[in-house]
């Protein structure tokens, strides 16, 4: 059973800084695409960073120059580096990759159960 793992939420004050990171684990074959999102209460959920198989990376225009999103192939794990922290980047934040299960198989898209991210004084 593949699982999402996410970890590194919490409480932090304006202008912190944050490490979210993303364990996928179960039997499988690759993961192409990861990514992060995040949902505020009353909000849509939206992308905030994507990071595909090759590395390439796109962000949300409210986070570029402040989050660095990255993966570690070998360990299965995508990482959120959140710098410069904003009320407005309070929000519950998920995890999602496409995970494939064969050479040929098309991917499945997973996700994980979500970590709160707070930003207040």
């Known amino acids: 059973q593949v699982q999402l793992v996410e970890s590194g939420g919490g409480l932090v004050q304006p202008g912190g800084s944050l490490r979210l990171s993303c364990a996928v684990s179960?039997?499988?074959?690759?993961?192409?695409?990861m990514g992060w999102y995040r949902q505020a209460p009353g909000k849509q959920r939206e992308l905030v960073a994507g990071i595909r198989s090759g590395s390439s990376t796109q962000y949300a225009d409210s986070v570029k120059g402040r989050f660095t999103i990255s993966r570690d192939n070998a360990k299965n794990t995508m990482y959120l580096q959140m710098n410069s922290l904003k009320p407005g980047d309070t929000a519950v934040y998920y995890c999602n990759a496409d995970i494939a299960f064969g050479a040929w198989s098309r991917a499945t898209p997973y996700w994980g159960q979500g970590t709160q991210v707070t930003v207040s004084s």
């Open positions: 179960g039997s499988i074959f690759g993961i192409n695409a």
